[in-house]
């Protein structure tokens, strides 16, 4: 088995690399508050049953625009939404790359934020969500005007998707998930 990582993907983690230096590390030292010791007291609004503070995800948004203007941001997405079909190797191996750097508005896997995003989500919403879906959240999950979640963690399964005992009802033209019976296939 060859593990050499391929010399187009070097190529662009160089370029990332670049990237970061030029156009998120100065962004970062200006607000060094979010990255060293004080980092949970400045990300965190305790006032607010500890949601994000608000000028927090100002600075996420302001890395994500200059990440997505560079082409970075969707390179994970077909070309269609923007990105570069990026394969499930380069992005591991970005991935990898970006959490060995360490802390920083470069990549933080402890908010899944990063300058190339992950985006599973928005791959299963393009391939399987209705037109009326697609056109609602397709673009405002990229741009995180809009959130899809995922709950996994249940009681006696833990994260074993496969174990889900749930079922699913519409109430007020929502679908909603309940705790029942039935192993999930």
Request: charged share 30%.
């Amino acid at each position: 088995m060859d593990f050499a990582i391929p010399t187009e993907i070097q190529n662009y983690l160089a370029e990332l690399d670049a990237f970061i230096e030029r156009e998120i590390k100065p962004l970062e030292n200006e607000h060094r508050q979010y990255f060293d010791h004080r980092r949970e007291h400045a990300r965190t609004n305790w006032d607010d049953d500890g949601k994000p503070r608000r000028e927090w995800e100002d600075l996420l948004d302001e890395m994500r625009r200059r990440a997505d203007q560079a082409g970075h941001f969707r390179f994970s997405l077909p070309r269609e939404l923007g990105g570069q079909d990026g394969s499930n190797l380069a992005m591991a191996i970005i991935r990898e790359h970006l959490a060995h750097k360490g802390l920083g508005l470069h990549n933080d896997l402890q908010n899944e934020s990063s300058i190339v995003g992950n985006f599973p989500q928005v791959i299963l919403m393009h391939r399987y969500g209705t037109a009326a879906q697609k056109a609602r959240f397709l673009d405002a999950m990229i741009t995180g005007k809009e959130a899809v979640a995922f709950g996994l963690t249940e009681p006696n399964h833990g994260s074993d998707a496969t174990w889900l005992e749930i079922q699913i009802r519409k109430v007020a033209g929502h679908l909603f998930g309940f705790m029942g019976r039935g192993r999930a296939e």
